[in-house]
């Protein structure tokens, strides 16, 4: 079965003001059409896109949308017509065949989702018509044109139409044809193949699937697009922890500090525990295993390594991983020396090798009151937590 997506997005903006067209605005920094046909770019139901947009904007749509965004199921870009149903018809004309379903949304409905074109593709091909929306919330009443009251309608049986809407090929191109012989004009596609006799199935949308039309709207938008984001994060948590003996005839070095005291840390390394702590906290994050698994004590190739460096691998591991890292904190444990003034250095030096900002990393500095290998001054312990969050890219 062969479906081919029409978007149209002809509107000139005219009620959001301004210079710029709405379907071009940034949410988020990506224009709202190329969020919308972003959605149909990555859908599995959808063959080919027919993108219909104001003819002076034709070039300029493919340079500045279709490839920058990598739209490559764009296989048409048409000028529109006065009404959107205009419009769509252009965008229908040239679908062409072999084509079985047609699926039309707005441009300007950037929260629309795979789930929602797959079931909207599916209940045409089986029923002829399907069309996404959501029951009405709020008392819907019939007026007269000066805004006099006639009827109060039953809510329970109302629902917004929204867009996806989809059809079978051959029914659309009949209710557009009887549409354009009468000269009718309808706000939605549905409507017209309802003229025809058809039924057309309602599918349960999401009340977060506006149409952007209005600057009420686009701070709408904004909202939704942050929640958005939040949920395509999988929030994370790891904890470290690191000790090293204190041995003489080594450099002191925490937090790639080298901090003046008589005797360093005993380690194949640099022995620098601070950042081993914040290694294995990541890596736990990351559910990577620990710092030895990755660089073994074995290895000469990390003998007198500066741990720094080791860091920063870490922090390219978990990139790789689409993994963010929001917050450091660590406790590091000693009887001396005195540490509190270097542990701003201490956070800097680890905030600048995660490029992170450095009021995300916290350094404490804890005697242990006389207690344990580290009262006894035997050498160094750290604990250290760190927070991140994992982007979904598929959600």
Same mark, same amino acid.
């Given at each position: 079965?062969?479906?081919?997506?029409?978007?149209?997005?002809?509107?000139?903006?005219?009620?959001?003001?301004?210079?710029?067209?709405?379907?071009?605005?940034?949410l988020g920094g990506m224009?709202?059409?190329?969020?919308?046909?972003?959605?149909?770019?990555?859908?599995?139901?959808?063959?080919?896109?027919?993108?219909?947009?104001?003819?002076?904007?034709?070039?300029?749509?493919?340079?500045?949308?279709?490839?920058?965004?990598?739209?490559?199921?764009?296989?048409?870009?048409?000028?529109?017509?006065?009404?959107?149903?205009?419009?769509? =018809?252009? #965008?229908? *004309? %040239?679908? /062409?065949? &072999?084509?079985?379903?047609?699926?039309?949304?707005?441009?300007?409905?950037?929260? @629309?989702?795979?789930?929602?074109?797959?079931?909207?593709?599916?209940?045409?091909? =089986?029923? #002829?018509? *399907? %069309?996404? /929306?959501? &029951?009405?919330?709020?008392?819907?009443?019939?007026a007269t044109d000066a805004?006099? @009251?006639?009827?109060?309608?039953?809510?329970?049986?109302?629902?917004?139409?929204?867009?996806?809407?989809?059809?079978?090929?051959?029914?659309?191109?009949?209710?557009?044809?009887?549409?354009?012989?009468?000269?009718?004009?309808?706000?939605?596609?549905?409507?017209?193949?309802?003229?025809?006799?058809?039924?057309?199935?309602?599918?349960?949308?999401?009340?977060?699937?506006?149409?952007?039309?209005?600057?009420?709207?686009?701070?709408?938008?904004?909202?939704?697009l942050v929640q958005q984001?939040?949920?395509?994060?999988?929030?994370?948590?790891?904890?470290?922890?690191?000790?090293?003996?204190?041995?003489?005839?080594?450099?002191?070095?925490?937090?790639?500090?080298?901090?003046?005291?008589?005797?360093?840390?005993?380690?194949?390394?640099?022995?620098?525990?601070?950042?081993?702590?914040?290694?294995?906290?990541?890596?736990?994050?990351?559910?990577?295993?620990?710092?030895?698994?990755?660089?073994?004590?074995?290895?000469?190739?990390?003998?007198?390594?500066?741990?720094?460096?080791?860091?920063?691998?870490?922090?390219?591991?978990?990139?790789?991983?689409?993994?963010?890292?929001?917050?450091?904190?660590?406790?590091?444990?000693?009887?001396?020396?005195?540490?509190?003034?270097?542990?701003?250095?201490?956070?800097?030096?680890?905030?600048?090798?995660?490029?992170?900002?450095?009021?995300?990393?916290?350094?404490?500095?804890?005697?242990?009151?006389?207690?344990?290998?580290?009262?006894?001054?035997?050498?160094?312990?750290?604990?250290?937590?760190?927070?991140?969050?994992?982007?979904?890219?598929?959600?």
């Amino acid at each position: 079965m062969k479906t081919v997506a029409i978007i149209p997005a002809g509107g000139s903006g005219r009620r959001l003001g301004g210079d710029v067209a709405k379907q071009y605005l940034l949410l988020g920094g990506m224009p709202v059409l190329a969020r919308t046909l972003a959605v149909f770019q990555k859908s599995a139901v959808i063959d080919g896109i027919i993108l219909v947009v104001p003819a002076g904007d034709l070039a300029a749509v493919r340079k500045q949308v279709v490839e920058p965004y990598d739209l490559t199921k764009v296989s048409a870009v048409v000028a529109g017509g006065k009404e959107r149903q205009d419009s769509v =018809r252009n #965008g229908l *004309a %040239a679908v /062409g065949r &072999p084509c079985d379903v047609v699926v039309v949304h707005d441009g300007v409905r950037p929260f @629309v989702t795979g789930d929602m074109i797959a079931r909207a593709v599916e209940a045409a091909a =089986r029923g #002829g018509a *399907a %069309a996404i /929306g959501v &029951p009405a919330k709020d008392t819907i009443k019939a007026a007269t044109d000066a805004q006099i @009251v006639t009827a109060t309608l039953p809510r329970q049986n109302l629902w917004q139409t929204q867009t996806p809407q989809a059809f079978q090929y051959d029914l659309l191109c009949r209710a557009y044809d009887l549409a354009a012989r009468d000269r009718f004009y309808a706000t939605d596609d549905a409507s017209l193949v309802e003229r025809l006799g058809a039924s057309v199935r309602l599918l349960a949308g999401t009340y977060d699937n506006i149409k952007i039309t209005t600057p009420e709207d686009r701070v709408i938008a904004e909202a939704f697009l942050v929640q958005q984001e939040k949920n395509k994060m999988t929030f994370l948590c790891g904890l470290g922890y690191d000790s090293h003996r204190f041995a003489p005839g080594r450099k002191l070095v925490l937090g790639g500090v080298d901090i003046p005291f008589e005797r360093g840390l005993a380690g194949h390394s640099d022995a620098d525990a601070l950042v081993h702590a914040v290694c294995d906290a990541l890596l736990g994050m990351a559910a990577a295993g620990d710092i030895g698994r990755h660089f073994p004590d074995t290895d000469p190739a990390y003998r007198d390594i500066s741990s720094l460096l080791l860091l920063e691998r870490v922090g390219k591991m978990l990139a790789d991983r689409n993994i963010a890292i929001h917050h450091i904190d660590a406790t590091v444990m000693t009887e001396k020396p005195k540490l509190s003034p270097y542990a701003p250095l201490m956070a800097a030096n680890i905030a600048k090798t995660l490029r992170m900002p450095q009021s995300a990393v916290n350094i404490k500095a804890k005697t242990n009151e006389g207690m344990g290998f580290v009262g006894r001054g035997e050498g160094v312990a750290v604990e250290a937590v760190a927070t991140g969050a994992e982007r979904d890219e598929n959600g």
